[in-house]
């Protein structure tokens, strides 16, 4: 139980570190993509308003200082490609030619000019295009420092946020070490409590049986006295439902083999005469060889306190059904019985420790709210869970149990 409960913590601080994690990484790249984008853009547009055509003494146009003035923009190297409206090639200016031909440059400059658009990538190149009056002008710059830039943000920020997100998993789980102790710690002081208090309980309540028994060969039937023996009896089967509750929780019993399909066909049998005593409708849909590795008294206990319940808990003319098959690796065992509606806010304290859906119900019916408890213990330490559903007038329990057998 509280192994679940770490690693639920555990989880729940690990996913919200991730999504902030995630969430900051996707800002700083998207923040830093643009503003590089940008600054990559109006390079391109300064380099384009100044860009004249070889003539000689003609000067360029002054520029924008928030570029012109830029280390980036100096040594930067840029690509022209000059064409009439026509589509005739005035001029082009390729201080790289090993890297991009003027052929290259020119088909770029062609395929951009069809397609409309005035900036964009093409073929890792950035390029703006500008009217200069009487003329277009395709600039070019190199998109591969831009991208390798991007790239190796996006690397290191993904090892260092990776290696933080690691050793935050150790701080994770010292943290919810240090929350489960104390109720750990609790629960544990819980179980010792009714397991001593069980076990002392039970030789006062033999010396009170034996003594009444005694007292009733003496002076024959009283009604005081019966009152004494009923009430001892009621206490000596809470006892023993305390101690089997201790029992299942705190010791790991014996496992073996087990045939379940013949051990559950074995608790049903009598559950149908008290069925039919009420007048209900008793079904059966067992598949037959399906074994687990288990404790046989624990998986008896398991089945015969779904099926009393089951039986106690439906109304007259109802019906239970109780079916056992595998689905894939999992022998799945349903329970159901027709009953009153359970309330979505009690249907999770249905398993805890003397907890009943009628508070003002009497315990007379030998119903003391350990029966699910037991059964939930029984199902964990074999591996397993049982869950309760609760719809259209009828409750169904399901224990689901692996059916690998060691």
């Known amino acids: 139980m509280f192994k679940k409960s770490r690693r639920k913590i555990v989880a729940s601080i690990m996913s919200v570190l991730v999504l902030l994690w995630a969430g900051t990484l996707t800002i700083i790249y998207a923040c830093s993509y643009f503003e590089l984008a940008e600054q990559n853009k109006g390079m391109l547009r300064e380099h384009a308003w100044r860009y004249v055509l070889s003539r000689p003494g003609q000067a360029p146009p002054p520029g924008n200082p928030r570029y012109s003035d830029m280390p980036l923009f100096q040594l930067a190297t840029f690509y022209t490609v000059a064409m009439t409206y026509e589509g005739e090639i005035i001029e082009i200016k390729n201080p790289q030619e090993k890297l991009h031909s003027n052929e290259e440059l020119s088909c770029l400059a062609e395929d951009i000019s069809s397609s409309g658009k005035a900036t964009g990538v093409k073929n890792n190149l950035a390029y703006f295009v500008l009217d200069k009056g009487g003329y277009m ?8 420092v831009f991208k390798e830039s991007i790239n190796t943000l996006f690397r290191y920020t993904l090892i260092f946020g990776g290696l933080a997100i690691a050793a935050l998993f150790f701080l994770a789980r010292y943290l919810a070490d240090r929350i489960v102790a104390p109720l750990e710690e609790s629960y544990e002081k819980q179980r010792r409590f009714i397991s001593d208090a069980g076990h002392e309980l039970k030789t006062p309540i ?30 000596g089967v809470l006892v023993g439902r305390l101690l089997e509750l201790a029992r299942t929780e705190n010791v790991s019993a014996p496992k073996e083999r087990l045939d379940f399909s013949r051990l559950v066909t074995g608790e049903a049998l009598p559950f149908e005469s008290a069925a039919f005593e009420k007048e209900l409708k008793f079904h059966c849909e067992i598949e037959e060889s399906l074994y687990v590795f288990g404790n046989g008294d ?22 239970i059904s109780c079916t056992l098959r595998k689905e894939r690796n999992v022998i799945k065992l349903w329970v159901e019985n027709t009953g009153e509606e359970i309330p979505p806010e009690q249907m999770e304290n249905l398993f805890e420790r003397f907890y009943r859906l009628d508070k003002a119900r009497s315990s007379e019916s030998g119903h003391y709210g350990l029966g699910l408890a037991i ?10 869970e049982i869950k309760v559903f609760c719809h259209n007038g009828k409750v169904k329990f399901v224990v689901s149990l692996p059916s690998k057998i060691k």
Request: hydrophobic share 45%.
């Open 137 to 144: 002008l395709f600039t070019f710059k190199d998109n591969t």
């Open 206 to 235: 033999a010396v009170v049986n034996t003594n009444a028994e005694l007292l009733s060969r003496v002076i024959g039937e009283n009604q005081w006295l019966a009152n004494i023996q009923y009430e001892n009896a009621r206490m």
């Open 298 to 319: 624990e998986l008896k206990q398991l089945v015969s306190i779904l099926l009393d319940n089951a039986v106690s808990h439906s109304k007259k003319d109802g019906e």
């Open 375 to 384: 059964a939930k213990a029984a199902a964990a330490s074999h591996g397993g």
